[in-house]
């Protein structure tokens, strides 16, 4: 189980790298940006996976006194948590520059932004 | 062509590097020595039953306030950057009607997402959730108000308002650490209550609540600026 999610994040990173290098409109690198984003989520949650435990959260199912026996790591999840938000911030900041940039050239192709090219 | 081939080189580097991650990986059977000592400690210190939501707000706090300011810029630069594109009230655009499904589905679902995003950031110490997930919920609420009619305004000065009060208020409360219980951003300012019920783990569900709100009405000012730009 823990290799699935481990594998799975992984080939979500290459997918989004690749859809990021080889396509030339904005907006879909934007996407495959967010796609790469939740692989890296989707490893670090999977770091913090320990097989037959339960959420680190105190309820019916794991008792007060043997916590450490019974919770998987709840680090990662608190790292996931503020990565996912940080993301969020700069997904919305990426489309904001590509309606600009949208606005400036009225083509979305980033071979035509040929400015910072040497 | 040529680009395209070094493409496909370095995913295929990438990709060895992390077969080989994949392949030299052994699980732990073990908390660590971080995720023990809060595995430990966080009833005895917090009285929250919810490990993940104790590291976010109390041992680690001020990431999170950090985290928020860092939200906080996205939204005023997605504003700034915007400000120029957006119509100034009087003139309205052309939008194709929603449609009776998605304008009675949204009077209908809008107070029950609403309701459902206060009780995820009110219980973040008790069940999964807090106050990001809360708050991304209350944005989404707004986000079917704009669905179903994009041309409606929304109080900009109202939002900003929820935002800087919340945002405020949590740092008051982190202050209030200082003066009454251990550190900035202690939750000892409240009892700890009994473990599991609503009212305990003292301040932790009164600033996740301020966060929920915070990150509600930015989300939703980051909403609203988007959708008020004009076609160029």
Redesign the interface.
């Known amino acids: 189980m823990e290799y699935i999610a481990l594998a799975t994040g992984f080939i979500l990173i290459l997918i989004g790298l690749f859809g990021a290098l080889t396509n030339r409109n904005i907006l879909r690198m934007i996407v495959s940006f967010t796609v790469a984003d939740t692989g890296v989520n989707l490893v670090i949650i999977a770091v913090g996976y320990m097989r037959g435990r339960a959420a680190p959260i105190i309820d019916a199912a794991v008792a007060a006194a043997d916590t450490v026996a019974r919770v998987i790591d709840p680090v990662p999840q608190a790292l996931v948590l503020t990565a996912i938000v940080i993301g969020v911030g700069v997904t919305a900041l990426m489309l904001a520059y590509a309606y600009k940039l949208y606005e400036k050239k009225h083509t979305l192709d980033i071979s035509k932004f040929t400015e910072l090219k040497w | 062509m040529v680009s395209?081939f070094f493409?496909f080189l370095?995913?295929a580097g990438?990709?060895a590097i992390?077969?080989a991650?994949?392949a030299g990986?052994v699980?732990?059977?073990e908390?660590?020595l971080?995720?023990?000592y809060?595995?430990?400690n966080?009833?005895r210190d917090t009285g929250a039953?919810?490990?993940?939501a104790a590291?976010?707000v109390t041992y680690?706090g001020l990431?999170?306030l950090g985290?928020v300011t860092?939200?906080f810029l996205?939204?005023a630069?997605?504003g700034l950057?915007?400000a120029g594109?957006q119509h100034q009230g009087t003139h309205r655009r052309e939008v194709p009607v929603s449609g009776e499904l998605l304008v009675t589905g949204a009077r209908l679902l809008v107070p029950l997402i609403l309701l459902l995003g206060v009780y995820v950031f009110v219980n973040g110490h008790?069940?999964?959730g807090?106050g990001?997930q809360g708050g991304?919920i209350l944005a989404s609420a707004i986000l079917l108000l704009l669905l179903a009619d994009p041309v409606r305004e929304f109080s900009h000065r109202l939002i900003s308002a929820i935002e800087s009060t919340s945002g405020l208020i949590f740092v008051g409360i982190g202050g209030l650490g200082i003066l009454y219980a251990g550190g900035f951003l202690d939750n000892r300012i409240l009892p700890l209550g009994t473990?599991?019920e609503l009212f305990s783990a003292g301040a932790i569900p009164v600033i996740y609540s301020f966060i929920g709100l915070k990150?509600g009405a930015e989300?939703s000012s980051?909403l609203v600026?988007?959708s008020e730009?004009e076609e160029?």
């Open positions: 395209r493409v370095l995913i990438v990709g992390f077969a991650l994949l990986y699980p732990d059977h908390l660590n971080t995720a023990r809060y595995a430990e966080t009833v039953a919810n490990i993940v590291i976010v680690r990431d999170t985290e860092v939200l996205t939204a630069i997605v950057v915007l594109s008790l069940t999964p807090g990001f991304a473990l599991g990150v989300f980051m600026d988007l730009t160029p």
